[in-house]
């Protein structure tokens, strides 16, 4: 099983558009450190599944009859913008999975094409795809959202975007059910707590490590970055570690 992170922005992108922080300047400069919209996918047995649809190439970088399969994490526009166009292929029936939201975005559930939008899943509640043990977590967002854990052969990987904390019952699952690797969302650089300040509807730094600490996984990558973090963390690299560190788009986790 091979994790490959299509994206890992948040909907902003990097670079932002008008922004010359130090982090979109860089991105400018070298393409290597932009970010487009956070999604992934895994490969096994030849077969791909897709976690959300929105990078801008998705057609192009999965010709017809090389998507087997979409789990949505949620239904913001950032997150789906790219089924609005695959929809309309023929010849094809793509399963999609994704958490109970019957409003959906726009027209996709009214008219879904060549996609095959099938019952929601719901939390803790595991299904497979191939040999793989899916198993969705609720999240804290301001539309429903669910984080997925994949397990095979023993190991297990979450992926938890969009969300700001975790429901206690998924910490303690994470406890309960050790992780090789957690890939989670981190928005913001560390937010003022002594202003009174909070991360909102997506985690900060300071947030997502002691969601390390009290999940427990063996390494935590972060998605889902904005440029105010990037900025934060090229004056911080010492925050960051083989354990703790900002996910780049293209790179490969292999289970």
């Not at 010359?20 to 300047?25: D, F, G, P, Q, Y």
């Not at 957690?182 to 650089?189: E, Q, R, T, V």
């Not at 390494?219 to 010492?238: T, Y």
């Amino acid at each position: 099983m091979k994790l490959t992170v299509i994206g890992t922005g948040n909907a902003r992108l990097l670079p932002v558009y008008g922004c010359h922080c130090i982090a979109c300047e860089r991105a400018r400069a070298n393409q290597a450190y932009s970010r487009g919209k956070t999604s992934a996918y895994i490969s096994y047995q030849g077969r791909n599944l897709l976690i959300d649809a929105n990078a801008d190439d998705l057609m192009a970088r999965f010709p017809a009859g090389n998507i087997d399969s979409i789990l949505l994490t949620h239904y913001h526009m950032d997150h789906v913008q790219s089924l609005f166009d695959l929809r309309w292929g023929m010849n094809l029936s793509i399963p999609v999975f994704g958490p109970d939201d019957p409003v959906g975005c726009d027209d996709l559930l009214k008219h879904p094409g060549i996609l095959d939008f099938k019952a929601a899943r719901q939390p803790f509640e595991h299904f497979y795809w191939r040999d793989i043990r899916i198993t969705p977590m609720p999240l804290i967002h301001s539309k429903p959202c669910l984080g997925y854990v994949f397990e095979c052969q023993g190991k297990r990987i979450a992926y938890l975007t969009d969300t700001v904390d975790l429901p206690a019952e998924v910490k303690q699952w994470f406890v309960d059910n050790p992780l090789e690797l957690m890939l989670i969302d981190c928005s913001f650089a560390p937010v003022d707590r002594s202003a009174g300040e909070q991360p909102s509807n997506h985690n900060d730094v300071i947030l997502a490590k002691s969601l390390k600490e009290e999940c427990r996984p063996n390494k935590m990558g972060l998605i889902h970055i904005g440029h105010d973090l990037e900025s934060w963390a090229m004056a911080n690299p010492q925050a960051f570690d083989g354990d703790f560190f900002l996910v780049s788009d293209g790179q490969e986790f292999n289970f």
